[in-house]
């Protein structure tokens, strides 16, 4: 499965599990059930979403201006501490809100969302690699025939 079709499933099937797992995390660690952490997995998973889209167009926009291409440790680095410092200032105010719980506990929450999302993320790719195949971009290329 290669392309828009393997983009879909990869984000659907990554969704859906995370919404499973965070909707749990939120109803274990705050005085809320299933239902009412579920609005909160679902709106936290939606704003990732479309803060992963706006952001790395944002970065891309911004890197294609740069002199020096490529990118190395730091850049991956900035990359990867902005796009989490935008999820903390999005996401920490809403479950202050939905979950009623002090902005310090909403940000404790994020911060396990985060270890979680870095364990989960590995361990999904695996997975779904494994299951799907690699994208053609990984894939090694064809050995050249004898001659």
Do not use: C
């Not at 919404?19 to 995390?25: D, K």
């Not at 990359?79 to 996401?91: I, R, S």
């Not at 053609?136 to 064809?142: D, G, I, T």
């Amino acid at each position: 499965m290669q392309g828009l079709k393997r983009r879909i499933v990869y984000v659907t099937l990554f969704e859906l599990i995370a919404i499973g797992i965070t909707t749990t995390g939120f109803a274990l660690f705050t005085d809320h059930g299933a239902g009412h952490a579920s609005v909160a997995a679902v709106a936290s998973s939606a704003i990732a979403v479309v803060w992963n889209l706006a952001y790395n167009t944002a970065f891309e926009k911004w890197e294609s201006r740069q002199a020096v291409r490529g990118r190395g440790f730091w850049r991956r680095a900035a990359h990867a501490t902005g796009f989490e410092a935008g999820l903390v200032v999005l996401l920490v105010p809403l479950f202050a809100w939905w979950l009623d719980v002090p902005l310090w506990h909403a940000f404790v929450l994020d911060l396990g969302l985060m270890a979680f999302f870095l364990a989960y993320t590995f361990t999904f790719n695996l997975a779904f690699d494994r299951v799907f195949g690699l994208p053609a971009s990984a894939r090694p290329l064809a050995a050249e025939p004898a001659a």
